[in-house]
């Protein structure tokens, strides 16, 4: 059966510091993958998108990035966080079109 | 416009209510839609696909309308676990992103 592993939980981190949040599946090959993020009490903000490995479809222009180094592997990076950059990140994949999308269990992150 | 609208709620119903939810989309050439269920500080959950035939699982039945493009969960019997916020998603292609709702809240009373 497919997992998705996403981590860490939680992360609190100072204003200016770099952030590496990982997410990986198995059981699946060629996933379609996806970064949300989801302020507090607001709704899903899709940040981006993945369809095949080095391929990074942007939706939001922002201090974040994103990469997919292997099949199954997406990371979110930023250089230097903002406030604003706090909330629930959320990593999912697909495998594509008439396929619902299958979330991680979060990360909730604080800039301090 | 926004791809797809949902009433944000709250809906605020006694135990044993049936309730309605909508959700439009704008884009014609979506193909497949999905209701999630998000609990407070948790990921959305898969709650049902929806099938263009109407769908049933237990008490919940999704419906969808494409002359008017929107879809539908109807909820029987309301259980006080049922509390949510439930997101409708719409999918327009293999390789483009789902686009969902910023979600309807639901809170059940005893």
């Known amino acids: 059966s497919q997992t998705i592993h996403q981590w860490p939980a939680t992360l609190v981190q100072p204003v200016g510091s770099p952030l590496s949040l990982e997410c990986t599946v198995e059981g699946t090959s060629n996933p379609n993958l996806y970064w949300y993020r989801q302020a507090a009490g607001r709704g899903l903000q899709l940040l981006f998108y993945s369809v095949g490995i080095g391929q990074i479809s942007s939706e939001v222009p922002q201090n974040l990035s994103a990469s997919r180094p292997q099949d199954r592997q997406f990371i979110l990076s930023s250089k230097k966080l903002l406030l604003s950059d706090s909330g629930f990140y959320l990593c999912a994949w697909t495998t594509g079109l008439n396929s619902p999308l299958h979330f991680g269990n979060g990360t909730r992150l604080t800039v301090t | ?110």
């Open chain 2, 1 to 110: 416009r926004k791809e797809v609208e949902q009433d944000p709620g709250p809906f605020n119903v006694p135990e044993g209510a049936t309730v309605a939810f909508n959700c439009t989309y704008s884009n014609s050439a979506s193909q497949s839609f999905f209701w999630y269920r998000q609990d407070c500080r948790k990921e959305p959950k898969l709650l049902m696909s929806v099938y263009s035939s109407g769908n049933e699982d237990g008490r919940f039945t999704a419906q969808l309308n494409r002359a008017s493009q929107y879809i539908s969960l109807l909820i029987r019997d309301s259980k006080l676990s049922d509390s949510a916020t439930y997101l409708c998603v719409g999918h327009h292609s293999g390789n483009t992103p789902l686009v969902f709702g910023k979600g309807t809240r639901l809170s059940v009373i005893a």
